[in-house]
């Protein structure tokens, strides 16, 4: 799997376990720590080159960030991956321009699931509004209790 096909699959994940209730991590397979880090790398020399745009680039990390927080990992390992390749790493224009397009596409596909979640709860709010509700009352001695479901 190349880093861009990566990171689109790391964007897509994130986007759409969000707001899913909380599972156990699985660890990071062992080959995640190398493309982690070389995308991230990758990202970081795009935006700081400016070859993408700085808040393009911004966006790009903290969706791998949030990727990376659905695994556990060891921080040690993880910070020698990147010792280990920050200093060989250069990038073009041309994949900043790739890795540029795989960000805006995640951006859109992350507003469009917001959308589409806030529509379906906006949804859920007018049928639960509008469904006929039953009031039981029941009385004890001189109080009357009421529920309404």
Partial sequence: MTINRLFVVAVMATSMLAGCASRPRQ???????TKFSVLYIEVSKCGASGYIDPELASFGLSQMRSFLSDYSYDPALMEESF????????????????????????????????QNSAAQQQQL??????????????????QVMCSTY
Avoid: W
């Fill in 27 to 33: 660890p990071l397979p062992d080959e995640g720590y």
């Fill in 125 to 142: 709010q007018t049928i639960l509004n509008n469904s006929p509700k039953q009031t039981y009352c029941n009385k004890f001695g001189t």
């Fill in 83 to 114: 010792k280990n390749r920050q200093s060989i790493i250069t990038v073009t224009q041309e994949e900043c321009n790739k890795i540029a397009m795989n960000i805006h596409d995640a951006k859109r596909r992350v507003a469009t699931n917001q």
